[in-house]
């Protein structure tokens, strides 16, 4: 089935909210929420196609724009490539020019709404962080928690508590700690361990070992909780996605100083097998809050990382 490429645009504005916008009914998938956008012409460039379209259903200008994701989806009757940017800067003041209703929503109310189901991947992109903070060895805990707190303050918004060398008993008691300095800032936390410990500690999700993600048959934690999975292959981003997980994490992307004989996958790589795969996925390994520009051009979510975004190292 050939894809209708389509330009999509998450518009945000200053308040947390995004412009969605309802089909007309008598369109494919009509009666439904939407976010704007519209067919890109043969030959057309995205972000031209994107313009366009944007001037001629909302009569906004695009002043700030990346790319967000990238969706392949098939329905029964036709198949659509979502070409997803991110809109933080408009002109002029978005209406419904040829008559269809707008609506600014808050991110976190976008689940509220009956969306597509291409637009699903859209929306648990929207509602994550470009980066993902990853911790490292924990040591002292007073000082772990003092830099955690900085890198709080900082703007990290979604944390993934690593700490492989601590017993369970222990792993908890931190986490119980981080969980509240994370929320105390309205950041997310996910466990480095078992989903059951998530309930335990109040945590907000799971991140899954690329061992656990193959040893699994399906998500192991219901929909109001992240579930994460760390991958290194194309089979491993396919189980993440078989197992309906809310993102993944792709590494090696660059050399690494933790494991200077792996092969780096590499911004070309990264892109080929993102495209493959509609859900984010951050770019992880050797990388840094300067790399983020080439993890949205190859379609990632952003980056994840510890060095970069961990105080004092």
């Known amino acids: ?22 089909r007309p009914l008598d369109k494919h998938q009509g ?4 976010f704007p956008g519209g067919k890109v012409e043969a030959g057309e460039d995205v972000l031209a196609a994107l313009t366009r379209e944007l001037y001629e259903e909302l009569g906004i200008g695009v002043e700030q724009a990346r790319p967000l994701i990238r969706v392949r989806h098939c329905y029964p009757d036709k198949a659509v490539l979502l070409d997803v940017w ?9 209406h ?19 969306f597509p189901k291409a637009n699903r991947p859209i929306i648990a992109a929207v509602q994550l962080p470009d980066c993902y903070l990853v911790t490292p060895s924990p040591g002292a805990t007073d000082a772990f928690l003092a830099n955690l707190e900085i890198a709080l303050q900082q703007g990290v918004g979604l944390v993934q508590l690593r700490a492989k060398g601590m017993v369970a008993d222990e792993y908890k008691v931190l986490a119980r700690q981080v969980v509240a300095r994370c929320h105390t800032f309205g950041a997310r936390l996910l466990l ?7 309930a335990e500690v109040g945590a907000d ?6 061992a656990k993600l193959q040893s699994l048959a399906q998500r192991p934690l219901t929909k109001e909780l992240l579930v994460a999975a760390s991958c290194h292959t194309e089979a491993e981003l396919q189980q993440a996605l078989k197992l309906e997980v809310d993102f993944a994490l792709l590494s090696p992307i660059k050399w690494t100083q933790s494991h200077p004989d792996t092969e780096p996958l590499g911004w070309d790589e990264m892109r080929r097998l993102v495209d493959e795969v509609p859900m984010p996925v951050y770019a992880l390994g050797g990388v840094g809050r300067d790399d983020l520009t080439d993890s949205f051009a190859a379609g990632g979510q952003g980056i994840a990382a510890i060095r970069s975004l961990w105080p004092g190292l």
């Open 31 to 34: 009666g439904l929420w939407e």
């Open 1 to 22: 089935m050939k894809y209708v490429h389509v330009a999509v645009a998450v518009i945000c504005n200053d308040q947390g909210q995004v412009l969605i916008a309802k």
């Open 205 to 210: 999700g799971v991140q899954l070992s690329s």
């Open 192 to 198: 480095n361990g078992e989903p059951e410990w998530v």
């Open 86 to 94: 991110r809109l933080d800067g408009f002109s002029g003041e978005p």
């Open 96 to 114: 419904g020019c040829e008559g269809q209703l707008v609506e600014w929503c808050m991110v976190d109310d976008l689940q509220k709404r009956d």
